[in-house]
Structures are given as C-alpha cells and as structure tokens.
C-alpha cells in the first residue's frame, strides 16, 4: 500500500508517491528516483519504478518517489521533456522530495539514501552532489553523467567533489548508454575526488537488466544479484 502526497517545488505541485514498511518506525529511508519510459503519463502507470518502492518497503525501508516531471504537462511528449529537461529543476525536487520523506514520524531523518535507474539514475547522482544529507546513493545504469542538462550547469561528473556519501553502481558490460567506457570515467572520477564506492558489472547484462517488463532486457540473475547487493549496501550503510 502507499499513499500520494503532493509537495510544492517552487510553486508548481510535485506528487510524491510514499511507501512504508509496518509498523512505527522509524525507519531508514530512500528516495528513488523514477526512470524515465513513461515519465509522461505519471508514476501511477510506472510499474518499474513502483515495484521496486514497494521492494525497498519490504526490506525495511521507508520509499518517496517523486514525480520529477510535474514541470510538464503529463500528457505532453517525453521528447519535449527529454529537449527540455533541466538539472536546476530536479535539484530542488530531489531536495524537496528528501526533506519530505526525513519530516515523516515513521523515517530517520539522518538515515536517508538515494538509488535511481536510467535516468533515474543520473539524478540520483545529480541529488547527491547537492545534497550532503544523504548517506548512500546507489545507481543503476545510469547513463549521460558526462553530459550536462539545461542552461548554464555543468556535467554533473563534473560535481562528483560534491558527493559525501558512499556510492555502489551497478552496470551491464553490454550497454551503451552507459558504456563500459563510461563507467570506467565514473569511476576515475569517484577516486579523484576520494569518494568510497564499489562498483558491480555484469558481463552477460545490458540496458534496463531489472526491467522486468522487457523481455529484451531483464536479465534475472543479475537482477536478483542486484537487489541482494543494493540492499545489502542501503542497511550497511543506514543502518
């Protein structure tokens, strides 16, 4: 079960979808940041992304997953979202997404990570370089890290000093978008900056290999490889 509660980013209503474990709490909490495929039609038909919250939930773990496209009408084109999307906007809906899950009786406030796929990925990264409140981020595949994302910010690699937290990725040898490559300049940066991390890689997975909706796509043993990964990483390091 979850709820939706909806939280003002610079005056334009963000929904953010809420799941909890039973129980009071308190809880240590994620912020998962949804990818992008149907960021057009609202998290309600984002099953990805959800099951994963309801995952995290069930593994102790107070969810927010915020519906970062609300600057947008939902049913305009994820082309136009993609042409306009903008790396100052999803930093205070990142920001306001945390601080509304670390205000809930049921969740710690100091014991907030956050994890992202895909695109969700790259903003996940993105939220915690600007964000010293969280303690663990975890990204899935995210690509376009190099790249930077509206008018006047830099690539986010390029904010990695930012990061206070301890990182895990996970990645498919057989993706582009990503690439190993890529990964490969992720991690240089991460040492430069002296930022803990470990990194996971999948020889046999490419692209989206926890999209279990994709048949093309989701690799099962190294989704559940994963999963027993990222969650052992979010308690080690929330506690």
Same mark, same amino acid.
């Given at each position: 079960?979850? &709820? ?11 929904? @953010? ?9 308190? =809880? ?6 949804? #990818?992008? %495929? ?7 038909? !984002?099953?990805?992304? /959800?099951?994963?919250?309801?995952? =995290? ?6 969810? +927010? @997953?915020?519906?970062? =496209? #609300? ?10 979202? &993609? ?9 205070? *809906?990142?920001?306001? +997404? =945390?601080?509304?899950? +670390? ?6 406030? *100091? ?11 790259? @903003? ?5 370089? #600007?964000? %010293? ?17 509206? %008018? ?5 690699? !390029? ?25 490969? !300049? ?10 803990? $991390?470990?990194? #996971? &890689? $999948? ?10 909706? &994709?048949?093309?796509? $989701? ?6 490889? +994963?999963?027993?990964?990222? /969650? ?8």
């Amino acid at each position: 079960m979850h &709820r939706i509660d909806t939280v003002d980013v610079n005056g334009s209503p963000m929904e @953010v979808f809420m799941y909890a474990p039973d129980g009071p709490g308190p =809880f240590p909490g994620i912020v998962l940041a949804q #990818h992008i %495929p149907v960021g057009h039609t609202g998290l309600e038909n !984002d099953v990805v992304t /959800l099951k994963k919250a309801e995952r =995290f939930a069930e593994n102790g773990f107070a969810v +927010a @997953v915020p519906f970062i =496209f #609300h600057w947008w009408p939902k049913e305009a084109e994820m082309q136009l979202k &993609r042409d306009e999307f903008r790396d100052d906007w999803t930093a205070l *809906d990142m920001r306001a +997404a =945390f601080d509304h899950l +670390a205000a809930q009786e049921n969740c710690s406030a *100091d014991r907030i990570g956050i994890v992202g796929h895909c695109w969700g990925g790259r @903003v996940a990264w993105l939220a915690a370089c #600007h964000n %010293p409140g969280y303690k663990a981020l975890a990204i899935f595949y995210g690509g376009r890290i190099k790249l930077p994302m509206g %008018p006047g910010t830099p690539p986010a690699i !390029d904010l990695v000093a930012n990061i206070t937290c301890p990182v895990a990725g996970y990645f498919g040898d057989q993706d582009s978008n990503p690439s190993p490559e890529d990964v490969n !300049d992720y991690e240089a940066a991460l040492q430069a900056a002296g930022v803990a $991390y470990e990194f #996971h &890689r $999948y020889p046999d997975a490419g692209h989206g290999f926890q999209t279990f909706t &994709r048949e093309d796509r $989701y690799n099962e043993a190294a989704s559940e490889d +994963a999963w027993e990964k990222v /969650l052992a990483f979010m308690h080690a390091k929330l506690g």
